[in-house]
């Protein structure tokens, strides 16, 4: 039984080398020539049906649907505490299960201050989205536009928020204040 198995595969690694060479005549009469002809039809759609979504589908676009363009997301929580804007509806079970059970906890927050620079007098307050890792992925300051702000969050490093005992990534406003 083993030995026939082998004698099958071999003989279906003829016929895709055949197909995927362009010669389909010869795919075709070798499969006829080695495999028993009851199971001929049979082989022979399945062969045709996994080489349309295959190579040569993809390449025509004779595929009907994208095997490799799928869409990934993350989902992004709510801390403790920060508010999303919208509502929340205690029927929706959605509303409440996009909240983290803890905040991030920043590790390491810089931004230097070239030579005399004043440090502004009022506190900034950043949007950030924090990932899994700790890193941040996006900053958007709330009132006023620093790019020089902005451009630091990015360096910035925080213990990720926990969603039932595993980090993800998560929303929060934070608000600087500046010492020397």
């Known amino acids: 039984m083993h030995r026939l198995r082998l004698t099958k595969i071999k003989v279906l690694e003829i016929v895709w080398a055949y197909l995927y060479s362009g010669r389909e005549q010869e795919a075709w009469q070798a499969l006829t020539d080695m495999w ?39 989902y992004v929580y709510e801390t403790a505490g920060e508010s999303s804007g919208r509502p929340e509806d205690p029927m929706d079970p959605g509303s409440l299960s996009l909240r983290a059970d803890t905040k991030p906890q920043a590790i390491l ?18 949007d950030l989205v924090i990932d899994a890792a700790g890193k941040v992925r996006s900053a958007r300051t709330v009132g006023n536009q620093d790019r020089d702000l902005l451009n630091k969050c990015t360096g910035w490093k925080f213990i990720p928020a926990f969603k039932d005992g595993r980090p993800v990534a998560s929303r929060m406003r934070l608000a600087l204040s500046y010492f020397r």
């Open 109 to 126: 927050l810089r931004r230097s201050v070239v030579g005399d620079a004043q440090l502004p007098l009022s506190e900034d307050k950043v």
């Open 36 to 74: 028993p002809t009851s199971d001929f039809e049979r082989v022979r759609a399945a062969l045709t049906s996994a080489r349309a979504s295959g190579i040569p589908g993809q390449l025509d676009g004779s595929e009907s649907k994208p095997r490799f363009h799928v869409k990934k997301f993350a």
